[in-house]
Nanobody
Framework: QVQLVESGGGLVQAGGALRLSCAAS????????MGWFRQAPGKERAFVAA???????PYYADAVKGRFTISGDNSNTVYLEMNNLKPEDTAVYYC???????????????????WGQGTQVTVSS
């Protein structure tokens, strides 16, 4: 079992920055793929970024590439550093984890097995 607790959301002006944190706990968490997703009002949940504890190159959605950075540290915390925020980044952000699957899909692909409760990010114009 994996538990995920997000924090760090809030209200920020366009062009500003926020850092989200996801405290992960559970057995063998270092074996899991960690991801961030977001869901804007009236839209489906969308992939944002994914990270491997092994240090391989993270993967980002095109919409955030160059502005967001996903990383982790040895306290089993995963971060999403968000810079140059835009109003369209407004959403509830979710941390997620999955055990790697060898099903022919890219390593960062859904489905994910565990989810946090979400944290609201609002970017004003």
């Amino acid at each position: 079992q994996v538990q995920l607790v997000e924090s760090g959301g809030g209200l920020v002006q366009a062009g500003g920055a926020l850092r989200l944190s996801c405290a992960a706990s559970g057995r063998t968490i270092s074996s899991y793929v960690m991801g961030w997703f977001r869901q804007a009002p009236g839209k489906e949940r969308a992939f944002v970024a994914a990270f491997l504890w092994s240090g391989e190159r993270p993967y980002y959605a095109d919409a955030v590439k160059g502005r967001f950075t996903i990383s982790g540290d040895n306290s089993n915390t995963v971060y999403l550093e968000m810079n140059n925020l835009k109003p369209e980044d407004t959403a509830v952000y979710y941390c997620a984890a999955k055990f790697p699957r060898f099903d022919g899909r890219p390593w960062y692909s859904p489905p994910y097995d565990y989810w946090g409760q979400g944290t609201q990010v609002t970017v004003s114009s």
